[in-house]
């Protein structure tokens, strides 16, 4: 009978846990975070560690079909709150928290924008391209992405241009994750060779995952790459060539990854490990232990060891998530880091926008042996500075 009882319970548990991979979509990439495991791990006491932070913000001021009203109000309230807030917060050179805002290409507002140009005029962020859509066709996005590209550069400022030929660029975000239509049911995208659409209309990075437990989230994780369209298929970015393992493959678009781990220390039924897939929100907000874990996963260039890349990802604009990222959990979390600094001579903390991070990714892949702070213009530059100067 115990023998039984034992079975039954380990059965029971295999199903269980079956189960909740399956909902959670963990199938897709957990081979990948097991195979990955041998270098999980956090910088060691003492060594050289720079920290390349990037909130990466699916701006949304009309999230939840709210009143024109709410959404100026949520505008107005990163105006005033964030400089107010942490203005006088510095990073390891000298910079202060800078923000980026991914604005939704079909949702644009003038007032709103330009509201988040006095932002990025005050060394506080950038802002960046954004999009939903569904049942598309790669002329139709081509032919947006475009006209937003211009017009945000002409009418706010915004956006990079390469330092050497002058052209307009910009970093992406895909609405509902849907990036290269990697729905299953082939729902908010449609366009197969998306990758390619972004490349050629001046994307210079895409920075929408990590997604899960999103089923689009690909089997490829905490990893700069570079992914190759196949027109013929959907989601080309699930594998990539690992940026720095050999020459930049023609015809490729930069994939900028956020963390994606399994927490054991915070289980959910006090059994399965939580998710940690470096989303900032409501009930997820920043902390020392959290910084920890997307330390350990090590989203790294081979030429500098010591640049770690963490790229997070939030929903900035409902008040819910206000309430952290303008509030005391996000104040705790600066303090900590600067705290961090001051204890731990060998560890820096830069403060970077989706523009600088790329830069940064090019200038280790280049073999740049410099610091940080004169690497976050390696090749592209923000058009503000350009045009104000």
Known sequence: MILVAIFSTITLAAVFAGWHIRRRHLNRWLTSYILEGGRRRRPRPGQETHLLLCIADHFEPINGNVTPDVAWRRVQNWLQTYPQLFGSYRDSDGRPPRHSF????????????????????QGMGEVEVHLHHDGDTAQYLAERLVAF??????????????????????????????????????????????????????????????????????RKINSIYYAIDDPLRPRSHDWGIDVGSGPAPKNALLLIQGPLLLNWKQRKWGILPRLENGCIQGNQPPSQERLDLWLRARVQVPSRPDWFFVKLHTHGAPESNQKVLLGEPMIRFHEGLARRAREDERFHFHYVTAREMYNLVRAAEAGWRGSVADARDFELSWNGSIRSS
């Open 102 to 121: 991914f604005f939704p290409l079909e949702q644009y507002d003038f007032a709103h924008v330009t509201a988040l140009t006095q932002l990025c005029e």
């Open 149 to 218: 590209k211009e017009m945000m550069a002409e009418r706010h400022r915004q956006l990079a241009r390469d330092k050497r030929t002058g052209k307009l660029a910009y970093a992406f975000i895909h609405g509902n994750w849907a990036l290269d239509n990697s729905r299953p049911d082939g729902r908010w995208c449609g366009v197969n060779n998306e990758l390619d659409v972004l490349r050629e209309t001046g994307c210079y990075a895409d920075l929408t995952l990590p997604s899960a437990p999103s089923p689009t989230q690909t």
